[in-house]
Structures are given as C-alpha cells and as structure tokens.
C-alpha cells in the first residue's frame, strides 16, 4: 500500500532552516509529480511546493519562494524540503502529498514545524 513518512520537523528559531524528508514506498515513486503542503493553526491548507517526477521542473507558493528548495531522490524514493530564512509564519503541520494540487490523492501523517524565538 502506498505510504509517505514525513520527518524533520521540529523547532526552530527565526532565520533558522529545517529540511523536511518523506520516505515514499508501495508505489513507482520516480513516476509521480510530489508536493508539500501546510497547515497552520486555525487556518485552511496551504499547497508549499510542487516538483515534477524528473525532478528537473519546481514550483514555489510565493510565501515560500527564494527560501524553501523542493527535490526529490527517485533512487532512494524520498522527497525533500529544505527551508531556509524560517519564519513564525512558517509555523505550521507540513505534509508530504503525492500528486498535483487539486489531484492529491495520498497524504502523509504530517510533521510539525514551529518557528518560535
């Protein structure tokens, strides 16, 4: 069954970076486009990141763009989030989705990121 396991969340204090990792399996992980997505407290969901299955084409929330890079390892089947520059805005459950936004079809659990002096 297809599973995704987000990790490298924690806390971090404004100007830090955090790099989120999902371990992908039960699926041809090199043939699918892959996100990241967000929600704060109290607030909707937020799509972050998208790359597609090459891993040559990205694209960046303009919250996030020029401080988080989005890539993915086909041959380890693992997607990556590096976030530099965070901020308390960036406070918030970010999950690992395969898919394009408005075609999510598998979440991961989610890992907490809390930017906080």
């Known amino acids: 069954q297809v599973q995704l396991v987000e990790s490298g969340g924690g806390l971090a204090q404004p100007g830090e970076s955090l790099r989120l990792s999902c371990a992908a399996s039960?699926?041809?992980?090199?043939?699918?486009?892959m996100s990241w997505a967000r929600q704060a407290p109290g607030k909707g969901l937020e799509w972050v990141s998208v790359?597609?299955?090459?891993?040559?084409?990205?694209y960046y929330a303009d919250s996030v763009k020029g401080r988080f890079t989005i890539s993915r390892d086909n041959a380890k089947n693992t997607l990556y989030l590096q976030m530099n520059s965070l901020r308390p805005e960036d406070t918030a459950l970010y999950y690992c989705?395969?898919?394009?936004?408005?075609?999510?079809?598998?979440w991961g659990q989610g890992t907490q990121v809390t930017v906080s002096s």
């Open positions: 989705v395969r898919g394009l936004a408005g075609d999510y079809d598998y």
């Open positions: 039960g699926f041809t992980f090199s043939s699918y486009a």
């Open positions: 790359i597609l299955s090459a891993g040559r084409d990205t």
